[in-house]
């Protein structure tokens, strides 16, 4: 029997791992919907990242080439964010997840049933 690695059992996790790491979601969210943008303003509208998490993520986005990153040299310098051609290409699969976002009051229904239903039978 031959061992099948994550990536054939489910050719979807990378992508995953990619797109939907802790925060790369409101960043790339962020960026799509209000444009190009300077660190602060990032850091304004995800509030409850920190500076240096906010930075490893912008670096790996940029490797990943889900963003550009502009440097202009002015004085003082200044640095800007913007969503590219393949973080945009993400847009459908954000609207979808973003549709699919209405069916969150039936998941806290099926748990608050689960929670009843389980806290019972340990109650036995």
């Given at each position: 029997?031959?061992?099948?690695?994550?990536?054939?059992?489910?050719p979807i996790a990378p992508v995953v791992d990619i797109v939907f790491s802790r925060w790369t979601t409101p960043i790339?969210?962020?960026?799509?919907?209000?444009?190009?943008?300077?660190?602060?303003?990032?850091?304004?509208?995800?509030?409850?990242?920190?500076?240096?998490v906010l930075t490893q993520r912008l670096r790996q986005l940029e490797r990943d080439g889900l963003i550009t990153r502009?440097?202009?040299?002015?004085?003082?310098?200044?640095?800007?964010?913007?969503?590219?051609?393949?973080?945009?290409?993400?847009?459908?699969?954000?609207?979808?997840?973003?549709?699919?976002?209405?069916?969150?009051?039936?998941?806290?229904?099926?748990?608050?049933?689960?929670?009843?239903?389980?806290?019972?039978?340990?109650?036995?």
């Open positions: 029997m031959t061992e099948t690695t994550p990536e054939q059992a489910c790339l969210w962020a960026l799509h919907e209000y444009g190009r943008q300077r660190f602060v303003e990032l850091q304004r509208r995800i509030t409850t990242i920190t500076p240096k502009t440097y202009h040299a002015e004085v003082p310098p200044r640095v800007e964010y913007e969503i590219s051609e393949l973080g945009r290409s993400l847009g459908p699969l954000f609207a979808s997840l973003s549709e699919w976002s209405g069916n969150l009051g039936k998941v806290e229904a099926a748990r608050e049933t689960y929670d009843a239903r389980t806290s019972g039978e340990r109650s036995r």
